[in-house]
């Protein structure tokens, strides 16, 4: 236990009770924010006379002398009570006792790690952005790259590359606008809030959260340091992420082997068999599939750690703590060796022959037999599917229908006649054709694709202007902040 802390209600802890519960291991993520968080708790204490500026001025001093926590000699429980100890043993007991006037480590704790998170965040979503750079490069390479696009796993309807690109480029922009959304109610500071119900000090809640850079103050005191629910909404938001990430790990992964063909992962990605010499194996992108299971196990954990807990701080909170810094490490390990093997993916330009794709514009026919012939479009599906299954059934492509065959089904299964010729039946079946006249609005045609293309760059530019807007706003209260600190630490003897 804490020095601090001793000969009061406590008199002493065993070495092994504190070694088990202390969050030091995790607090040292957090240490130079809770040096900040004294900093910015000080000049205020001395703007509202609660201290005067003589003694505001020494632990200012002694606190830019602190050293973060390395290996210590006593286990302290966390590195609030570090900080403190230390701040004491360099300015006495009368000036470094007062450190903790007006606030606790309840509200130190949860401002702290809004912090970090919100450093996190930062991070994260330059990641985003530049993964999503990357799929564009890649979509404009490949706008007339046609391969199958899948349902069920089976070969459905001819695409672009590019149109998957988009795709992907799509679902982690929901990503980015969630954590958008999230990161603004991460952004409110709990300092203030106390233990649970403030102080009866005149301290201004407002003046901390200005210099520590936060946009807003979590106002109810109870709420400010019981609430987790900023740690499940990222860790939610992080889950969603990383399942589109697997499911794109997963389609780049069958899509290289050699039943698909549809690309060739880069050899700097990709290892070899120890026995088998001929082996390319998918290394990377299986332990991407893998780690994005971590951060479903962590929200997990920090569900069923927040579900049972009554209102107020409990220390079952700290546990949640280190499931955050987890699960935004692993995801952001992911996208920065993702991004590497976006930019160097080879997409082959004879995909679509290299895979079972011959039914592919199975609908276009029947699409077709509804303009030419009038038939409605379930039976004309119904004509195409089983001339579809004799092709089939016989180890024919569907490049062999034919009129007769066409006639023949519908007769059988609709007991209707068709009029098609040779001519027209091939155009149904033309890939590059089907691409083309997919131009209605979200399809494959690369010019539909281009104009999408244009959108998702604009996108990436307003997303850019948001993280400079972000960063801009935290350093400026940096700025000013350092202008404050400055002020008190040149104040007159």
Known sequence: MSKALQGGRLLKTRRDVVEFSSSMPSDRRLFEHVLKINEAH??????????????????????ATVEPPARLLQPIEDVHMYVEEEAT??????????????KSRNDQVATAIRMELRRCFVLLLRSIVVTQEAWIKLSERNLSTIIPGY??????????????????FDAIQRDLERLGETYRRVNESSMGAGALATTSFPIDRAIVAQLLGFDAIVENSLDAVSSRDFILETLADLVILNVNLSRLAEDLIVWSSSNHKLIELPDEFASTSSIMPQKKNPDVLEVI????????????????????????????????????????DTTVSILKILVQLIRRLRVRKDALKQSDSSFTTSTEMANMIFRKCKVPFRVAHKIVGASAKHLYDRGRRFSEITPQLLTEMAKQVAGTS??????????????EKFVESHRVEGGPAPSEVERMIKVRKKLVSKSKIKLVRMTRSLDLAEKAFKSARTKLINYPR
């Open 42 to 63: 000080i000049i205020m204490l001395v703007k509202q006379r609660i201290i005067d500026a003589s003694a505001g001025k020494k632990l200012l001093q002694a606190l």
């Open 89 to 102: 043993k360099k300015t006495g007991l009368e000036i470094g006792g007062n450190l903790n006037i007006g």
């Open 418 to 431: 068709l009029e098609l010729g040779d001519a027209i039946i091939q155009s149904s079946l033309d890939v």
């Open 151 to 168: 349902t069920h796993l089976q070969p459905a309807q001819p695409i672009t590359f590019a149109h998957y690109s988009i795709a992907q």
């Open 289 to 328: 599939r893998a780690r994005t299971s971590f951060t479903l196990a962590d929200l997990v954990a920090s569900v069923n750690i927040m579900k049972a807990l009554p209102t107020g701080y409990n220390l079952d909170l700290q546990e949640i703590t280190n499931r955050i810094w987890n699960s935004i």
